[in-house]
Structures are given as structure tokens and as C-alpha cells.
């Protein structure tokens, strides 16, 4: 078993242990929380958010379909995004929350991460995945995201300069997963906007690539996001899924 593996299951299991207690009435606060290394952490927000805004914008791209001998159409769909504005913070430990969410932000975040940074090494590229919640799952809000942006407002201090109340602005990126409230789109392939193409008899790859790109040599793209290592042994019935535009993009032009 992966230590991504083990993550995985601490979170499910710590995702169904907050929504038990919030179905039994307790009073279970809108958290953040990170479960794998070296971004391990936990943020919870002193008063629930009093908005939560979601949106997600579609944009469409138009490839040429020689087969159909005109233009196609096809739906980009990007990031949901979320965004919780003047969450609030207090206590003594207000800004080792706020320096937590900071952190957050950054592909090199934690501890071990910032030693990598300072001899050169970054281990990541991508800011942690976290599990924003609040409620139990499917009734309430339960999502993988990946923190866009911090805005923070220290509003209150002690004698000393410490901070002891802050307001929270956070934006974002909501990242595909079981985890998610949202249903998926089953004939996705796990992956927004793929599609789901049953191979006829006949078929291979460099047809179906052809009609629904315009382009045979797109077969490759097709193969790497199936993994599928012997184009020639696709049989009628089996099920390929079609990269999105962006993902066809990032594979290059054949």
C-alpha cells in the first residue's frame, strides 16, 4: 500500500467522522485540512463562512472535421472555482493558521519542502491538494481543491503584537474527485470533458481520431490517455475515451 494510498483513506475517514458529528448536531466548523506530506495541516475557521461563492465559466473551441466537411464544435470545460470571502479567525493561534494557508500556496510548502527549496531542489510543481469541509458529505460541502489565493486582514492584536483576530479571503480551484459533492459525468473517463467512444468494427484509432479531430495523427494522444500500449489489438465494443481540447493540446502536434 502507497503512502498515497494511506492518505486517501485518513481523509475519507476523517471526511465521514466530520459529517457524522455534524448530522448529530455538534457544532463542527468549515475546515481545511491537508493530509499528505510535507503540507500535513488542519485550519479551522472560527465562524462559518456567511457565503460561499461557486462558478465555472464553459468555453468552447472550434478543431476542424474534415469528415464532416465543415467545423466542430467541442465544450472546454475549466476548473470549478470556490470562493469563501471574510472568514473569520481568532485566538492565539490566528496567525499560525494564516501562515498555514500561506503555505499552502506554494508547490515547495512545508517544512520539508522549504529545506529542498534552499539547496535548489523543488519537489513539487503544483500546490497541495487539500479537502475543504463543511457538513457531512453530499449534504454539505466536501471538495478537493487547491488553494489560488490568500487574503488576509489582521484586525485585532494583544499589548505584545500578537495577532488574535484576522479576516479570511480564499479562492479556489476545485480539483475532480471521489471526494467531491458534485456528481461526475460517468462516461468522463475521471477526467472533465472526456468523451466516451465504443469502437465499431472496422475502427482504429487513426479513424476515430480523424472524425472527431480532424486529424489521423491524433491517435497517439488518443492512445496515451487510455494506456494503451498495442494500437493494432483495439477490438469492436471496447470503450476509448477522447481527450478534451485542452488535453489534446498539451499533447502536442503530431
Known amino acids: 500500500m502507497t503512502v498515497a494510498m494511506v492518505s486517501a483513506g485518513a481523509n475519507v475517514v476523517a471526511g465521514a467522522a466530520i459529517g457524522a458529528a455534524a448530522l448529530a448536531g455538534a457544532r463542527v466548523p468549515a475546515s481545511l485540512r491537508c493530509m499528505t506530506l510535507p503540507n500535513i495541516g488542519f485550519v479551522y475557521f472560527d465562524f462559518n463562512p456567511s457565503e460561499i461563492a461557486m462558478a465555472r465559466t464553459a468555453v468552447t473551441k472550434t478543431v476542424p472535421n474534415r469528415n464532416q466537411g465543415g467545423k466542430k464544435v467541442q465544450q472546454k470545460v475549466p476548473p470549478l472555482t470556490l470562493n469563501l470571502s471574510k472568514i473569520t479567525f481568532e485566538g492565539l493561534d490566528t496567525k499560525v493558521r494564516c501562515d498555514t494557508l500561506i503555505t499552502w500556496t506554494n508547490p515547495a510548502g512545508g517544512f520539508v519542502g522549504q529545506v529542498a527549496a534552499v539547496f535548489g531542489k523543488n519537489l513539487k510543481t503544483q500546490p497541495p491538494e487539500l479537502t475543504f469541509q463543511w457538513g457531512p458529505p453530499l449534504l454539505g460541502f466536501m471538495y478537493t481543491v487547491t488553494l489560488k489565493s490568500v487574503k488576509i486582514n489582521y484586525t485585532r492584536f494583544t499589548s505584545a503584537g500578537i495577532p488574535v483576530r484576522a479576516t479570511v479571503g480564499l479562492n479556489m480551484d476545485v480539483v475532480p474527485s471521489l471526494l467531491g459533492t458534485l456528481p461526475q459525468n460517468p462516461t468522463s473517463g475521471g477526467l472533465t470533458g472526456r468523451r466516451a467512444h465504443t469502437v465499431g468494427h472496422g475502427e482504429t484509432l ?27 489489438r483495439i477490438r469492436p465494443g471496447a470503450t476509448v475515451y477522447l481527450p478534451n481540447p485542452d488535453e489534446l493540446d498539451k499533447g502536442g502536434k503530431r
Not at 491517435?219 to 498495442?230: L, P, T
Open 206 to 232: 487513426q479513424t476515430i481520431a480523424n472524425a472527431n479531430y480532424g486529424n489521423p495523427g491524433a491517435w497517439r494522444r488518443i492512445a496515451e490517455v487510455n494506456g494503451i500500449k498495442d494500437p493494432t
